[in-house]
C-alpha cells in the first residue's frame, strides 16, 4: 500500500524561492514554513489527486510498479517544462506512491561538493533525493552525482597533494528526481544518468477547468462550470496560475459578493487585476503596447523594448515572451521583435500600412 511522503527537508516552494537549499537536517518530517501556503495545500499529495499528463503519468506509474515488484529503487527521473506545470508535485507524489521518504534540494543551494554529501550520506534504502533547478548544480557537484547515480557511490578526497587520498563511500540505493525549466543547460553526462526522463507539457482548458474544480471543493467554495472556465480560460494552461486566479476569485467574492462565484463575478474578479480573456497580465499588455505604439509594431530589439518599458530584458525573454510568441501575439525576427495581426486584433488595433 502507498503511503503519504515523508519530507525530510523544508517545502520545496520555499527552497525554491529562496535558493538556499539549506543541509537536509534542517527540516522536520513534514516541516517547512510554506506548509499553510495556498500553493502547497492546493498540491496533490497522491498521484491519482493529478490531472492530465496522461501519458506521464501511465509510464511512471509502469515504472513505479516494476521497481517494487523487483524490490529495487525507481530508476532515476528527470523532469522538464515550463514552471508551474507539476514538476515538483511529480517529485513529491512518486516517493508517496513509493511509501519512501524524500528529501529536497535546490540546484542553487548545492555550490560544492560539501553541500551535497549530507543529502547523499542520510538516504535510506530505496528513498528519493529530490534535485529542483538541476540545471543550476555546478560543475564540480554534478561530477559526484555521476558516481552516485551509476554506481550507488561517492569518492571523497581527502587532503590535498601528495597526502592526498581517496575515501569510497557506499551510499544505499536511491532514486535521484531532478527537476528544471532548461533542459537545454543540462550536461549531456548527467543527462544520459536519468533513465526517465519526462516533459510536462501545457495542460488543455478541459484538464484546467477540472482542476480549478477540484481545488473550489478543497477550498471549500465549490463553485459552477461557468466559473470555473473564466478561471481556467485566463490561466494560460498552467495549474499554478489556475490556482492563483482561484485564490483571487475567491478572496473577491467573500469581499464583494458573500462568497458566491458565477461566471460575471469571476470575470469582474479577474477584469480588476488585469488579467484578461487570453490570461495576459498588465505587463504582458505593456510589452504589446510598447511594441505597437514606440516602436510602430516592430521589428524592434528585446534591449529597447526593456529600456523603454524600465524593466529587464531577462524579465522579458524569460517571464513575458513565452507566452506572447506561445500565443501567436508577437514573432521573433532576425531584426526584433514584431507584432503579429493576432497580437493588434488582441489590443483592438489596426496595423499600420507598411510601405511595400
Ligand atoms: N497535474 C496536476 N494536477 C493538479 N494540480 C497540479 C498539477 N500540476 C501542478 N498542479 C498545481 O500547480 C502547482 C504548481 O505545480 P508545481 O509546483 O509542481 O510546478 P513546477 O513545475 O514544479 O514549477 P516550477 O518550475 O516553478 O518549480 C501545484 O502546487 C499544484 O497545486
Ligand atoms: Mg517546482
Known amino acids: ?49 493529478m490531472v492530465g499528463q496522461r501519458d506521464v503519468m501511465e509510464r511512471l506509474k509502469i515504472a513505479i510498479e516494476a521497481a517494487q515488484k523487483r524490490g529495487e529503487p525507481l530508476g532515476h527521473i528527470l523532469f522538464d517544462g515550463p514552471p508551474g506545470l507539476g514538476k515538483t508535485t511529480f517529485a513529491t507524489v512518486i ?36 534535485i529542483d533547478e538541476i540545471h543550476r548544480v555546478p560543475k564540480a557537484v554534478e561530477e559526484y552525482l555521476y558516481t552516485a547515480m551509476e554506481d ?19 551510499l544505499r540505493p536511491f532514486t535521484l528526481i531532478g527537476a528544471t525549466t532548461r533542459a537545454g543547460m543540462l550536461s549531456a553526462p548527467l543527462r544520459d544518468r536519468f533513465q526517465i526522463r519526462e516533459h510536462l507539457g501545457w495542460y488543455t482548458d478541459t484538464e484546467l477547468c477540472e482542476i480549478v474544480r477540484r481545488n473550489s471543493i478543497k477550498l471549500n467554495m465549490p463553485i459552477d462550470d461557468d466559473s470555473a472556465a473564466v478561471i481556467a480560460g485566463r490561466s494560460r494552461r498552467t495549474p499554478r496560475l489556475a490556482n492563483n486566479r482561484l485564490l483571487w476569485v475567491r478572496d473577491y467574492s467573500q469581499s464583494k459578493a458573500d462568497g458566491k462565484v458565477t461566471g460575471p463575478i469571476a470575470t469582474a474578479a479577474l477584469d480588476m487585476i488585469g488579467i484578461d480573456v487570453l490570461g495576459l497580465d498588465k505587463q504582458d499588455r505593456g510589452y504589446l503596447d510598447t511594441l505597437m505604439r514606440v516602436f510602430v509594431g516592430g521589428p524592434a530589439g528585446l534591449e529597447a523594448i526593456a529600456h523603454t518599458m524600465n524593466v529587464s530584458g531577462d524579465t522579458l525573454e524569460d517571464e513575458v515572451e513565452p507566452f506572447l510568441l506561445r500565443s501567436e501575439l508577437i514573432v521573433r525576427t532576425r531584426r526584433g521583435r514584431m507584432m503579429t495581426a493576432k497580437g493588434y486584433a488582441h489590443m483592438k488595433q489596426t496595423p499600420p500600412k507598411r510601405p511595400l
Open 1 to 49: 500500500m502507498a503511503r503519504e511522503a515523508v519530507y525530510q527537508q523544508s517545502d520545496p516552494e520555499k527552497l525554491a524561492d529562496d535558493g538556499s537549499g539549506s543541509p537536509p537536517n534542517s527540516g522536520q518530517p513534514g516541516a517547512g514554513s510554506g506548509d499553510n501556503m495556498p500553493d502547497t495545500s492546493l498540491r496533490p499529495k497522491r498521484m491519482d489527486e
Open 95 to 130: 516517493p508517496a506512491e513509493m511509501g519512501t521518504v524524500v528529501q529536497m534540494a535546490n540546484g542553487a543551494g548545492l555550490k560544492a561538493p560539501k553541500d551535497l554529501l549530507p543529502y547523499l550520506t542520510n538516504l535510506s534504502e530505496g528513498s528519493v533525493l529530490f
Open 152 to 170: 550507488f557511490r561517492i569518492d571523497i578526497v581527502l587532503g590535498e597533494g601528495v597526502s592526498a587520498r581517496t575515501l569510497n563511500y557506499e
